[in-house]
């Protein structure tokens, strides 16, 4: 079965300090993966997936994250933090076979960027 | 470009009742896929078409809950018979092929008295 899990319910970092927020994974097959953003009372925004190719993926609003295959981490990042950063960031995955279409998030971290 | 749109964005009704919502996909995307949104949760997967087709169902989508996308277009989710526990974020999404990134829309947000 398909899992995803965010180990910090909340990041807090300083402007201009680089962040980190964790995502480890459980699939069959290779996975698909993907970060969102969600800003408060809107919906989810792409932000960047890794299929396959270069396990560093560069996405929206200079994040990017490192796709860890040994150790089913799939880590977002960003060098320098921005207060409008601060939202809930999920990250998610689907399975690599064709008939598992439905992606399973994790619970989502909340970001917290202090001036 | 039109993204995915909803509605509506709110909805309060009492339990019992009987509630519908609309998704609009992005224009040519051929899946759409709904999700349910709790407080402090992350989206859980609830139903998916590609074209017309159901194609799959999540055990979470119980007898009263029904899905429609007729023409392969714009999607509706009916709830009957509303309970408290349905009370949540309902969010669409929408893709072009099985490979490519899902765009969700803003959400209708449902409050069960």
């Known amino acids: 079965a398909q899992s995803v899990a965010q180990p910090e319910d909340q990041v807090n970092v300083a402007e201009g300090n680089p962040l980190t927020v964790k995502c480890t994974y459980s699939?069959?097959?290779?996975?698909?993966l993907f970060w969102y953003v969600q800003y408060p009372n809107r919906g989810l925004q792409f932000l960047l997936k890794?299929?396959?190719?270069?396990?560093l993926v560069k996405g929206s609003y200079g994040f990017e994250a490192e796709f860890n295959k040994s150790q089913t981490s799939f880590h977002l990042k960003k060098p320098s933090a921005l207060v409008s950063d601060s939202a809930l960031y999920f990250c998610?995955?689907?399975?690599?076979?064709?008939?598992?279409?439905?992606?399973?998030f994790g619970s989502g971290t909340r970001l917290s960027i202090r001036p | 470009d039109t993204g995915v749109s909803q509605d509506p964005r709110h909805k309060i009704t009492k339990r019992g009742q009987n509630v519908t919502f609309r998704c609009d996909p992005i224009?040519?995307?051929?899946?759409l896929y709904w999700y349910r949104q709790t407080l402090g949760q992350g989206p859980e997967f609830l139903t998916y078409?590609?074209?017309?087709?159901?194609?799959?169902k999540s055990r979470l989508l119980s007898d009263r809950f029904s899905a429609e996308r007729p023409k392969g277009s714009f999607s509706t989710l009916e709830i009957q018979r509303t309970e408290q526990g349905d009370s949540a974020m309902y969010l669409c999404?929408?893709?072009?092929?099985?490979?490519?990134?899902?765009?969700f829309g803003p959400g209708t947000r449902l409050l069960v008295l």
């Open positions: 998610a995955v689907r399975g690599g076979y064709s008939s598992a279409s439905k992606i399973i």
């Open positions: 699939v069959s097959g290779n996975p698909y």
């Open positions: 890794y299929i396959t190719g270069d396990n």
């Open positions: 224009s040519e995307h051929n899946r």
């Open positions: 078409f590609q074209n017309e087709a159901q194609l799959e």
């Open positions: 999404a929408s893709a072009q092929g099985l490979q490519e990134t899902q765009y």
